[in-house]
């Protein structure tokens, strides 16, 4: 999809509630744990939610918890 917009392009609707990209500096273990605290969901579903974090797909995320030695369906909390 192309979206096209005079205004800022963050505060459109398709993209204010992103997550942050993982390469951001922002992006730290305290922004994650911040977020995943009181949640119960797998691991896998948690950093593949956009609204946590953004451009994470299947096989990042199974390759990132691989090289964590996490199991997918670790509950977040």
Known sequence: AILWTENDPLLHPLLKSIGIEPLDDQFTASYLHHLAVHRKMPIKSF????????????IYAAEALFLARIHPWTPTG
Do not use: F, L, R
Not at 47 to 58: D, E, H, Q, R, T
């Open 47 to 58: 950093i593949m939610n956009s609204k946590i974090v953004a451009g994470i797909g299947n």
